[in-house]
């Protein structure tokens, strides 16, 4: 990849000729003078509609925005295709948040000032969501987040940041922490990315472990931006029945690598989240130790042989092959378990905006309340990964997990979450906020 | 864990990070020492020695023992060359003023991260270790190529001291380093050998990188972190001191790695980032410096 730096020698500083520029400023002046004629002629039926995408194009969450930003595209390709929302086309506007969350902010501003954006969307990282939702809220544009933290259904945010694409980690844990107890074992061990979404992990996994008789005995928080992590190993206590990992960041691979190299084959039973290996091939140099261990997955990245036809169709749109790899590039794993959210978010987008009747930015309350009043997602294109419950209150949608078994060099789904094992009592009610 | 078998651990681990630390900072202490510069882009040199590295292995597709020397030598080669260049159309318009140095250094840095970017993209992608061996202690299990690396990288260091004490291009360095002025009445090349030790200085990061990069991973933005102890060693040690240099690099890799251990890795940045601002009170120069920071 590097050689194609190489600069190109011959070319003109810059490719605008004195020709070129004269015929510009001409159009320019032209279009001036009659500013009615292009523009506006059909802006009321066929102006697109702006979704703002918030992208972790750069820093530690680059991996996973590469794949939310295919998986964006093909659905509103998607949309398009089937005649847009409300009869006008989708266009997505993606900025790079770097996953900093004060870049975060600063872009969700640019998306209701600059680039007059209808929504804000897409931002994965719980510390970007964090950064960026009150700035959302204080420009009253709605933020639709694929993030997975605990942070919109706590009540922390706003009436204008709804998760209605992706469950959250309090849900996800605690339909995990069952299975866990009766199947792996009562002592766990946890290590997390020390910021809120680890802190979510730590939090509410306790918490259900402890309602399952079980007990966290050891909790490890690892920064994400953390490049060796044996040294984290040995703070493992003593009497470990199960290892329970969850680790973001470009330091993954090593992570689990460096788990194989510390616990050889006397480890104990593993239960970790896919989030630390996503983006990663399980079959790596290193990863072998991991055959038999268990992965939470939000949607199986390997085609299961129960998996729907919708699943399929979704696969296919976005190019991901049955072994969760780009069609591409086999080499170019996906962030199957996690991207399927930004695919249902923009598709509830849609129904939102079609039942809100939305025109145009005025008319951002209305859909923030057609939002909130949907409720059964039933499993369909529009929500490959499966049927879902929103719960217009806490703004936070509940759906099915699963659980993976490392087995052949495949994940195979060995036990699937009904829904209502992810539902907790409500924090928050959001629709008392003014809007 | 008992302490005996943990203390091990966290010496082994401290040792593996001072075998890659005391390479990167000895280059940028030769790059001060002799050129008086403080090349702010010493963490990109190391990144992209690791990013070239990966990219030889992955074009090369041999085995991963061949596709590793490869990498171990045309990495350095190819970011020396990257330096030179940067040496010749930067630092010599400068004439290697200080402070404009420090500035298009900076700029060096970021432009190379984002070309890095743009081009190898925002992944971390890993090289396959050369030896696939396991130690396995009664304690716990440690990689055999994590100690390979502590011995290659003294192996260097030895072969750095040695060219440098006794060869006539060391000379010439050390030459350059007392007094550059009179080294050019005694018609010593000075403008080739700041050309020279500025590649060798960034060659000795991406050896660090290479050396490291099937430990951890390639990635964009893996310099700062390496960068960041550089500087710290290179200032505790004294500025232009090699012996300096290693020695604080023993210190600190080995001091972060028990503290990281036993402690958290936070506190072992504090402790580190404290001891220079005692040195630099207590001892201006540091440990063994000649001139004042």
């Known amino acids: ?22 015929v510009g400023l001409g159009g320019a002046a032209v279009s001036g003078v009659l500013p009615g004629f ?40 998607l949309i398009n295709e089937s005649g847009g929302i409300n009869g006008r086309p989708v266009e997505i506007i993606a900025e790079d948040d770097g996953t900093d969350p004060k870049r975060g902010a600063e872009v969700v501003e640019k998306f209701a000032t600059q680039h007059g954006a209808d929504v804000a969307f897409g931002t994965l990282f719980s510390h970007v969501v964090i950064g960026s939702a009150p700035r959302a809220g204080e420009l009253k544009i709605p933020y639709f987040v694929v993030s997975e933290g605990h942070h919109v259904a706590s009540g922390m945010l706003n009436r204008y940041t709804l998760q209605p694409g992706i469950t959250d980690v309090k849900s996800q844990v605690q339909s995990m922490a069952p299975w866990v107890a009766a199947n792996l074992g009562k002592k766990v061990t946890m290590i997390y990315p020390d910021f809120a979404f680890g802190h979510d992990h730590r939090d509410y996994f ?23 992590f044996f040294k984290y190993f040995p703070k493992i206590p003593r009497g470990t029945d199960v290892l329970y990992h969850v680790m973001v960041g470009p330091g993954v691979l090593t992570f689990v690598k460096e ?43 390997y085609a299961q042989a129960q998996s729907t036809k919708f699943d399929a169709f979704y696969r296919a749109k976005v190019g991901v092959d049955a072994t969760g790899a780009s069609v591409n590039d086999p080499k ?20 939102g905006m079609e039942s809100a009747g939305y025109r145009g930015p005025g008319d951002r309350a209305k859909l923030i309340e057609a939002v909130e009043s949907i409720t059964d997602m039933a499993a369909s294109q529009a929500h490959p990964q499966g049927a879902k419950l929103f719960n217009g209150k806490t703004h936070q949608v509940f759906g099915h997990q699963y659980i993976s078994q490392v087995g052949g060099g495949k994940l195979n789904v060995v036990h699937r979450t009904a829904i209502e094992d992810g539902f907790y009592k409500d924090e928050v009610d959001y629709t008392s906020q003014p809007l | 864990m008992d302490f005996g078998p943990y203390f091990l651990l966290a010496t082994l681990e401290g040792a593996v990070g001072a075998a890659v630390l005391a390479l990167t900072a000895l280059g940028l202490s030769l790059v001060f020492g002799v050129m008086r510069i403080v090349n702010v882009a010493h963490g990109a040199f190391f990144m992209l020695g690791a990013i070239i590295a990966w990219w030889v292995a992955d074009t090369l597709g041999a085995g991963p023992m061949l596709s590793f020397l490869a990498a171990l030598i045309i990495s350095p080669l190819a970011v020396g060359a990257v330096a030179v260049l940067a040496e010749r159309l930067i630092l010599r318009r400068l004439n290697y003023n200080p402070e404009s140095t420090i500035v298009a250094t900076i700029g060096l840095l970021y432009v190379i991260e984002q070309v890095a970017l743009m081009t190898y993209g925002p992944d971390a992608r890993p090289v396959v270790a050369p030896i696939d061996f ?28 040695w060219g440098l004490t006794r060869t006539r291009i060391g000379l010439m360095m050390r030459a350059t380093q007392f007094d550059s002025e009179t080294a050019r009445a005694f018609a010593i090349p000075v403008d080739r050998v700041y050309g020279g030790v500025f590649a060798f200085g960034a060659m000795l990061a991406a050896i660090g990188a290479v050396l490291v990069v ?24 004294g500025l232009g001191s090699l012996r300096g240099t290693v020695l604080a690099a023993v210190i600190i890799g080995l001091s972060d790695g028990i503290i990281s251990v036993f402690f958290s890795p936070t506190l072992a940045k504090i402790i580190a980032t404290l001891v220079v601002a005692m040195i630099l009170v207590i001892r201006p120069k540091g440990l063994f410096g000649t001139q004042s920071a």
């Open chain 1, 1 to 22: 990849m590097v050689e194609s730096v190489r600069p190109k020698r011959k070319q003109p500083v810059s490719g605008v000729t004195r020709r070129k520029a004269l």
């Open chain 1, 38 to 77: 292009v523009r506006y002629a059909q802006a009321q039926s066929s102006a697109p509609i702006k979704i703002g995408f918030q992208v972790h194009r750069t820093g530690i969450g680059a991996s996973y925005g590469r794949w939310y930003d295919r998986t964006t595209k093909a659905a509103a390709l």
């Open chain 1, 206 to 228: 306790s918490a259900a472990m402890a309602a399952q008789g079980g007990e966290v005995i050891g909790k490890i928080a690892i920064p994400p931006t953390e490049s060796s």
């Open chain 1, 259 to 301: 788990m194989g190299e510390f616990f050889g084959s006397k480890r104990p039973e593993i239960f970790g989240f896919i989030d630390s290996l996503e983006a990663v091939n399980i079959n790596s140099p290193g990863l072998e130790f991991l055959e038999g261990s268990y992965f939470w997955e939000g949607n199986p990245r």
């Open chain 1, 332 to 351: 170019d794993i996906s962030t199957y378990a996690h991207m399927f959210g930004c695919w249902e978010t923009l598709h509830v987008i849609k129904q």
């Open chain 2, 134 to 161: 396991r130690v396995q202690l009664p304690w716990f299990g440690y990689s055999g190529y994590k100690l390979l690396v502590i011995a290659a990288s003294i192996v260097v260091m030895l072969a750095v001291w």
């Open chain 2, 214 to 237: 099937p430990i951890q991973q390639a990635h964009y933005l893996m310099g700062n972190d390496p960068l960041l102890l550089s500087f710290i060693v290179v200032i505790i040690g």
